[in-house]
């Protein structure tokens, strides 16, 4: 006798006959109604009915329905990382449901963007909460994955400018001067390594300036940078403004000019770039949150509202103000057009010859 078989209602695959008109019935006799069901099945069906109308007319379970997991693509102790870890409390009270920080640091962000676009259940449990080397990323690095493609933005945070500093002693005392330095000798600068924000902001400058400037490419964070700058070895270098400013106020540097497009509130008496001979130039490191591509509209709008709202909480305007961060579109829609423009300004100047392709 052939084993009956079924579909599973709770899986949402139909209400097939249970058995081929023909075949024995459940009970083993022969069907012998014009159907071809045993009426013992038949009774059976008839009473399951109301059931399984109420199952397919049930909604989907809703989102969240279990812990939301933050990819956090960098060390713990970054401020990617601590600004995930202000926002996630807040994300929760909104979600109703634990928001946990995961940090999965790697090739400048890439493992951890590469792992909620190909590997996470595209249902929003998983998103990425990552930087601007994810824009860099489209046209520098050899990726598994398209991030224009794969992922999609959900809220923008914040983007923090660097400011442009020299040695204490340098002989170079205004961004004017700097202008004039660059285009006349070749500056030397340090930088964290090549396709960072260090790097990338300072061939920007070069290119506005229309200047070349000899890349120092080190290993790690910026320790090792200013211990040659503050020694004179290096020209100048680029940091994240918060941390530059405060090296500069120390005066164990100089600082020249800031990279936003206007005066930070917290740093209104560092004049930008922009005001001192190069107009319209900004640059600054972005923050902002992804979710797979395929992820529900549903789970999406959910997961934005989350952002915005934790964005709006005093703890994290706190911790934005003292890091000198800037406004940046927050909505998905303009946090969107905001990304992938900054995806064709990396592309604009690899082009140009600016830069070169991480894996050449």
């Given at each position: 006798?052939?084993?009956?078989?079924?579909?599973?209602?709770?899986?949402?695959?139909?209400?097939?006959?249970?058995?081929?008109?023909?075949?024995?019935?459940?009970?083993?006799?022969?069907t012998d109604s014009p159907e071809g069901t045993a009426p013992f099945v038949r009774r059976r069906v008839l009473l399951a009915a109301p059931l399984l109308a109420v199952a397919l007319a049930a909604p989907a379970l809703a989102f969240?329905?279990?812990?939301?997991?933050?990819?956090?693509?960098?060390?713990?102790?970054?401020?990617?990382?601590?600004?995930?870890?202000?926002?996630?409390?807040?994300?929760?009270?909104?979600?109703?449901?634990?928001?946990?920080?995961?940090?999965?640091?790697?090739?400048?962000?890439?493992?951890?963007?590469?792992?909620?676009?190909?590997?996470?259940?595209?249902?929003?449990?998983?998103?990425?909460?990552?930087?601007?080397?994810?824009?860099?990323?489209?046209?520098?690095?050899?990726?598994?994955?398209?991030?224009?493609?794969?992922?999609?933005?959900?809220?923008?945070?914040?983007?923090?400018?660097?400011?442009?500093?020299?040695?204490?002693?340098?002989?170079?005392?205004?961004?004017?001067?700097?202008?004039?330095?660059?285009?006349?000798?070749?500056?030397?600068?340090?930088?964290?390594?090549?396709?960072?924000?260090?790097?990338?902001?300072?061939?920007?400058?070069?290119?506005?300036?229309?200047?070349?400037?000899?890349?120092?490419?080190?290993?790690?964070?910026?320790?090792?940078?200013?211990?040659?700058?503050?020694?004179?070895?290096?020209?100048?270098?680029?940091?994240?403004?918060?941390?530059?400013?405060?090296?500069?106020?120390?005066?164990?540097?100089?600082?020249?000019?800031?990279?936003?497009?206007?005066?930070?509130?917290?740093?209104?008496d560092l004049p930008t770039v922009a005001e001192q001979g190069l107009p319209g130039f900004s640059f600054a490191t972005w923050f902002g949150f992804f979710a797979h591509a395929a992820t529900p509209p549903g789970a999406r709008a959910?997961?934005?509202?989350?952002?915005?709202?934790?964005?709006?909480?005093?703890?994290?305007?706190?911790?934005?103000?003292?890091?000198?961060?800037?406004?940046?579109?927050?909505?998905?829609?303009?946090?969107?057009?905001?990304?992938?423009?900054?995806?064709?300004?990396?592309?604009?100047?690899?082009?140009?010859?600016?830069?070169?392709?991480?894996?050449?």
């Amino acid at each position: 006798m052939r084993k009956a078989t079924s579909k599973a209602v709770a899986q949402g695959q139909g209400t097939e006959k249970l058995w081929p008109a023909g075949e024995p019935g459940a009970m083993g006799g022969k069907t012998d109604s014009p159907e071809g069901t045993a009426p013992f099945v038949r009774r059976r069906v008839l009473l399951a009915a109301p059931l399984l109308a109420v199952a397919l007319a049930a909604p989907a379970l809703a989102f969240p329905d279990r812990t939301v997991v933050m990819i956090v693509p960098y060390g713990a102790g970054g401020n990617n990382d601590l600004l995930g870890r202000a926002m996630a409390p807040a994300m929760a009270a909104v979600l109703g449901q634990p928001v946990v920080v995961e940090n999965r640091p790697g090739a400048g962000g890439s493992i951890g963007a590469a792992y909620v676009a190909q590997q996470a259940r595209p249902d929003g449990h998983t998103f990425l909460f990552t930087a601007s080397g994810l824009a860099s990323s489209v046209s520098l690095s050899a990726l598994t994955f398209d991030p224009v493609r794969d992922l999609a933005p959900i809220a923008g945070v914040g983007a923090i400018p660097s400011i442009l500093i020299v040695p204490p002693n340098s002989s170079i005392r205004s961004f004017a001067e700097f202008l004039t330095a660059a285009r006349t000798r070749q500056i030397t600068y340090g930088s964290s390594g090549p396709g960072t924000g260090t790097h990338l902001g300072m061939e920007l400058l070069a290119a506005a300036a229309g200047a070349q400037m000899i890349h120092v490419p080190y290993r790690g964070g910026s320790a090792a940078i200013y211990t040659d700058l503050i020694a004179g070895r290096l020209d100048a270098m680029l940091d994240i403004l918060g941390a530059g400013a405060v090296r500069a106020r120390e005066g164990q540097a100089r600082g020249l000019g800031v990279t936003s497009a206007e005066r930070v509130a917290d740093f209104a008496d560092l004049p930008t770039v922009a005001e001192q001979g190069l107009p319209g130039f900004s640059f600054a490191t972005w923050f902002g949150f992804f979710a797979h591509a395929a992820t529900p509209p549903g789970a999406r709008a959910q997961l934005e509202e989350a952002c915005l709202r934790a964005l709006a909480t005093p703890v994290v305007q706190e911790r934005l103000r003292q890091a000198g961060a800037i406004p940046i579109p927050t909505s998905a829609a303009g946090f969107g057009a905001y990304f992938n423009e900054d995806v064709e300004r990396w592309a604009a100047l690899l082009r140009a010859g600016r830069v070169q392709r991480l894996s050449d």
